[in-house]
């Protein structure tokens, strides 16, 4: 038999996060967030379970929206990164993909190519990663006008949106306004997770909610149960050892942990080759048999420790949670330095995911 190390994918879950998306969403409509394997959920499960509520997928890549067409599913899919390929672009017209470009390379691609997939343009309004600016927009609308009905929207992405005491998100909204006031007919989107629940943060014609669709907080003060959101995915695995060990005795690689009274210790099949972060030292709760517990030691590759004293009767076989309904992913993350997207994106593939409505 398999080890019992799994990760539980609650569907139900996740279709109440992309409901409350929509209600903060108000006017705009949201384009659910799959990427990266639908933020490690299984994209084609996720997509799935999505189908019926969601307009619209927003992908990284177009390896992720050919997924989301092997699923049978016939949505729009934008491609947030465009296509990084000239001959992609008549993959996106036959597929019904909707590149978001944003270099001056891909639009003499797209000219070149003689074709006309539906695109979107990305203004950069401040983060400062892709886009175009004020300026150099007008001059690539100019180019594709002869092409009309080419462009669908003009979108832009927040740098500091999960902060409500920076003033960067009105300022590039003050930018996106500005700038698109001279396209009345394109759709606009500038709203990421954090931004639905930015107080009066305009979120236009579409919103695009990702990590929140996961339960998981894209704000930097509150967890995701705080928002309002369920967690969707719940990280298992079972003990497989329990020993006491003696006042002295260290646990695991560099003997980081000792013990300063005889405590019981048991094993847990799951390390950083399941996707557990290994910087999630000492003191990092996990839940067992009703009770929250600690990591004690390093994380290795296969195994982790945890201190037993508050569950004594704990046994081989007992199940871990490390992270889901009694431990969230955001706590588990801050102990680990590190944010919810990585810990959710970066279980591996050897973790099974098994569905539950």
């Known amino acids: 038999m398999p080890r019992n190390t799994v990760a539980r994918i609650d569907l139900d879950a996740l279709r109440f996060n992309f409901e409350l998306a929509a ?6 409509r949201p384009m659910a967030v ?3 394997d639908g933020y490690g959920h299984g994209i084609g ?8 509520a969601a307009e619209c997928f927003a992908v990284a890549c177009i390896e992720e929206a050919q997924a989301i067409r092997a699923e049978g599913l016939t949505h729009p899919v934008v491609l947030l990164e465009g296509v990084h390929d000239q001959a992609d672009l008549k993959t996106c017209l036959k597929e019904g993909f909707e590149p978001v470009l944003h270099s001056s390379v891909q639009v003499d691609w797209l000219i070149s190519e003689q074709v006309r997939p539906v695109i979107w343009l990305k203004l950069n309004t401040g983060m400062n990663r892709l886009g175009f600016n004020a300026r150099e927009l007008d001059n690539v609308v100019e180019r594709l006008a002869p092409r009309e009905g080419l462009i669908k929207g003009l979108m832009t992405h927040f740098s500091c949106a999960d902060d409500l005491d920076n003033a960067e998100t009105a300022a590039q909204t003050e930018v ?7 396209y009345p007919d394109f759709q606009r989107s500038v709203g990421n997770s954090a931004a639905h629940f930015r107080p009066g943060q ?4 579409w919103s695009r909610p990702g990590i929140m669709l996961y339960g998981a907080t894209p704000m930097i003060s509150q967890s995701g149960p705080e928002l309002g959101l369920r967690p969707v995915m719940s990280l298992e695995s079972e003990l497989i050892a329990v020993r006491t060990l003696a006042v002295g005795e260290q646990v695991g690689y560099g003997g980081s942990w000792t013990a300063e009274k005889p405590t019981s210790m048991g094993i847990v ?7 557990y972060p290994r910087h999630a030292g000492t003191g990092t709760p996990a839940w067992i048999s009703g009770c929250r517990v600690n990591l004690i030691g390093r994380v290795s590759m296969d195994m982790l420790a945890l201190d037993l004293s508050a569950v004594p009767d704990a046994s081989i076989g007992d199940k871990v949670e490390l992270w889901g309904a009694h431990v969230g992913v955001d706590e588990v993350a801050r102990h680990a330095g590190t944010i919810a997207y990585e810990l959710l994106t970066g279980v591996t593939a050897r973790v099974p995911r098994l569905y539950s409505e």
């Open 23 to 28: 209600a903060k969403a108000g006017s705009a």
């Open 202 to 205: 305009a979120l236009f014609e």
């Open 45 to 52: 499960a996720v997509a799935r379970a999505l189908a019926t």
């Open 176 to 182: 996106f306004v500005n700038v698109s006031e001279a």
């Open 269 to 275: 099949a799951v390390g950083y080759g399941d996707g």
């Open 34 to 36: 799959v990427k990266a």
